[in-house]
Antibody, heavy 123, light 107 residues
Framework: EVQLVESGGGLVQPGRSLRLSCTTSGFLFGDFAMNWVRQAPGKGLEWVGFIRSKTYGGTTEYAASVKGRFTISRDDSKSIAYLQMNTLKTEDTAVYYC??????????????WGQGTLVTVSS | EIVMTQSPATLSVSPGERATLSCRAS??????LAWYQQKPGQAPRLLIYGASSRATGIPARFSGGGSGTEFTLTISSLQSEDFAIYYC?????????FGGGTKVEIK
């Protein structure tokens, strides 16, 4: 059974950092691109960024709203994807989901999602 | 950057009735369009990809159509568990935005 479990969320002050983890199981993690999507309270879905599989270079792309502040990485030996969030702003407050892209795809469609982890940026 | 526009924002439908949701792209995305369902407190679930292919385990009452810039999601006979918010997403071009969502509510 495919599972994705996010962790690391919580309350953080503006300007501080936080690292989220997406621990996966039930599939060959290294074969898939992994994405992060967020949802502000009461709002819609916003794609944050993704990391390609190592087969395709393991490179990353980010939404303009987080580029330069957020970094996605992966540890294929542990089947974990990470989202390092620096210089956090109040507008980064959201539930953060990790999502697996379909095989051979990068930033969609997403066939498996984690349950999400809430990040609250507030002083 | 492509903009995805969904309409209507809210759709009031009676159980058993047909619901048709629309999604428009600001430029062609070919057939690289997905639909997701999200219920309160839950993660989104993939319903349709490639504009018209149902994801694994999705009931046949869900169908997708369209290509280029105009897409539809049709639920042929609404069940109680179908009342939710539906999002479209294009993945033809980077970045891959989602639409603003359509809330399907009980009439």
């Amino acid at each position: 059974e495919v599972q994705l479990v996010e962790s690391g969320g919580g309350l953080v002050q503006p300007g501080r950092s936080l690292r989220l983890s997406c621990t996966t199981s039930g599939f060959l993690f290294g074969d898939f691109a992994m994405n992060w999507v967020r949802q502000a309270p009461g709002k819609g879905l916003e794609w944050v960024g993704f990391i390609r599989s190592k087969t395709y270079g393991g490179t990353t792309e980010y939404a303009a709203s987080v580029k330069g502040r957020f970094t996605i990485s992966r540890d294929d030996s542990k089947s974990i994807a990470y989202l390092q969030m620096n210089t956090l702003k109040t507008e980064d407050t959201a539930v953060y989901y990790c999502a697996r892209a379909l095989m051979w795809f990068n930033y969609g469609p997403f066939d498996y999602w984690g349950q999400g982890t809430l990040v609250t940026v507030s002083s | 950057e492509i903009v995805m526009t969904q309409s209507p924002a809210t759709l009031s439908v009676s159980p058993g009735e047909r619901a048709t949701l629309s999604c428009r792209a600001s430029q062609s995305v070919s057939s690289n369009l997905a639909w997701y369902q999200q219920k309160p407190g839950q993660a989104p679930r993939l319903l349709i990809y490639g504009a018209s292919s149902r994801a694994t385990g999705i009931p046949a009452r869900f169908s997708g159509g369209g290509s280029g810039t105009e897409f539809t999601l049709t639920i042929s006979s609404l069940q109680s568990e179908d009342f939710a918010i539906y999002y479209c997403q294009q993945y033809n071009n980077w970045p891959p935005p989602f639409g603003g969502g359509t809330k399907v509510e009980i009439k």
